[in-house]
């Protein structure tokens, strides 16, 4: 196999206008919303009933990564992690949560979205084997 890296998703860093709308317009009440991307799915706002449907293992046999300076956790399933040339790249799907003082996962909010996507941008790669492209966010 042959391996050679790309930054993808370097682009500038907006808030998608759905996120804006669920996060700041049409909360239910009670709700509680987390941030989810995958290398088939754009960056979206979930409930944390449907957390879930696209991880599996969310708080069961999970793992998550803090992202550095803040509270918030990015979860993932550690069978999905990749290791090669030194580091680790997460190669499926990801969930943002966000927890309070008690370890309880509480709703995010706009400005977390805005960090967890200038994480993405800096953090984000493809790797390329024998011509097949595999998005991967960069766990260092």
Known sequence: MNFTTTHIRSEKVTIDTRIYTILNGRKKPGEVYLAAIAP????????????PGILPCFEEDDACLNLPNTSLLLCY?????????????????????????DGE?????????????KYLASHSITLMADDQKLPCICME
Request: hydrophobic share 45%; aromatic share 6%; glycine share 6%.
């Open 77 to 101: 399933n550690p069978a999905q992690v990749l290791k090669m040339g030194g580091k680790h790249y997460l190669t499926g799907p990801v969930i943002l949560v966000r927890t309070n003082m």
């Open 40 to 51: 088939d799915m754009e960056l979206t706002i979930i409930t944390l009933d449907e957390a």
């Open 105 to 117: 996962v509480i709703s995010l909010t706009i400005d977390e979205v805005y960090l967890f996507q």
